[in-house]
């Protein structure tokens, strides 16, 4: 697993740089998923489930407008609670009882648990990307369909801060303000 700088921008339309990355960038590809995201703990974790494993990105620092991240967990489940406890220990704060033994948690029950001790909030999140390389940098468009909005992201990540901030110049989102997915989303479901 590697560190990667990432920095992820939301609008209704990027149509811009959408014809930006289809003329100037490699097409690497197109993928559609469901996701449920973990949102509520602390903004040093992206926790998600996705494709059947309890996914865990960990943010090392801010450089600038660029964000740090390195994914930490990757667990197919079921999960035993001795795989899940630091995670929730660290995101949101649950430990102890609550976290003691026990079976093993199936990916339907992991929402149900947080909700169950008054922690985090389950957000499924369906996404459509187009992923594109360029020099270094990858880069993708979503279409992001969540808590009954749709609004697009145009993201870009890689290991060298320069490559990538050339890229955000190239696609001209430099000027926009860096949300990772976890801060967009609980900014849907808890407007204001």
Known sequence: MVDRYEFRCWDDDFAPQAAILESDWATLGEERSRETYLLGGTDRFSLKIRDGRFE??????TE???ELWRPVA???FPLSMDELAPWLEQAFGLGGAATQGGEDVEEQALPALLARHGVGQALVVEKHRRRYGLAGVLA????????????QCVAAEGEEPSLLFTGLRLLHVEERENLAYPARL???VNPG
């Open 56 to 61: 865990v990105k960990e943010k090392l620092k």
């Open 186 to 188: 609980l900014q849907l």
């Open 64 to 66: 600038g407008i660029l």
């Open 140 to 151: 993708e468009h979503v279409a992001v369909a969540a808590a009954g909005r749709h609004l």
């Open 74 to 76: 990757g667990i197919a």
